[in-house]
């Protein structure tokens, strides 16, 4: 049997699925013949991203992954509709950026209510249906930065690192209740997340100035398409990966920091200085 063919037919929710990442995963899944609903804090958009994929069997809905009940009672509707749920994606996030110094507790509690309370809230609302069913597939979207030292991003890294610490231990719990855990770790990925920058009604971070815009234009000159991504995640998800690294430069700076873990760390440091002017 192909490892597509392992997709077909079944019941899959992606959360944050009106674009980017998300948006690729709905369209690989339904290309391949499984039921899929598109969640998103724009419900609108995760409407209209689900009939512009064009598959009878892609829905959208509407979510913001901060509120458990919310989360609970979609995840809850879609096994009453189906019967089951058979993937679930907690792809949804939000960037955060700027020295530590600068950033309130306000920035810190959106970056860990969105990514990785949002995490805790999909777990929470199917996993016991997993359990119960004897089988599905959990897959978090963590980061590369969820792997090596991301100065400039320390909260979202600190959000990252955790939910591939999440992903990795619920994964040895779960086997004996016949549900698999994976956990995605992207590197550049050519998403949305770039251009939106912290959110608008936090305070601004004054160190995202042209220096780190300078850096992040180079570093989109090579950017992964997101349908590139979607057909590794996939086809890591067929395989059962306990953790997804893609693309090819994530992977080698993935290594590098395994090998010798200071040489990033140090390196990270001569970055923030360079862009702090320190």
Not at 211 to 227: H, I, W
Request: hydrophobic share 45%; aromatic share 4%; net charge neutral.
């Amino acid at each position: 049997m192909s490892t597509d063919a392992l997709f077909t037919g079944k019941i899959a929710m992606v959360t944050g699925g009106a674009s980017g990442i998300g948006r690729a995963l709905g369209t690989a899944l339904a290309r391949r013949g499984a039921t899929v609903v598109l969640a998103d804090l724009d419900d609108v958009a995760a409407k209209s991203t689900a009939q512009e994929i064009g598959a009878d069997a892609v829905a959208g809905a509407g979510l913001d992954v901060r509120d458990s009940e919310a989360f609970a009672e979609l995840v809850a509707n879609v096994v009453d509709e189906h019967g089951r749920i058979d993937l679930l994606f907690n792809n949804a996030g939000i960037g955060m950026g700027g020295e530590v110094a600068e950033l309130t507790l306000a920035h810190w509690d959106r970056v860990i209510d969105v990514n990785l309370r949002g995490v805790v809230h999909g777990v929470a609302a199917a996993y016991p249906v997993m359990i119960r069913q004897r089988s599905g597939h959990i897959v978090n979207t963590a980061s590369l930065a969820g792997l090596i030292p991301s100065p400039m991003l320390t909260p979202y890294a600190a959000t990252k690192h955790a939910v591939v610490g999440l992903s990795t231990s619920l994964r040895g719990e779960a086997a004996r209740h016949g549900v698999r855990v994976s956990v995605v770790c992207p590197g550049i990925i050519a998403t949305p997340i770039w251009d939106k920058g912290n959110p608008e009604d936090l305070p601004d971070a004054p160190s995202l100035g042209a220096e780190l815009d300078a850096v992040k234009a180079t570093l989109l000159r090579r950017a992964y398409p997101p349908a590139s991504l979607a057909e590794d995640v996939l086809r890591g998800v067929a395989r059962n990966r306990p953790l997804i690294v893609a693309p090819s430069h994530a992977r080698i700076a993935w290594g590098i920091h395994r090998l010798v873990p200071r040489l990033l760390a140090d390196g990270g440091s001569t970055m923030a200085r360079r862009l702090l002017g320190g």
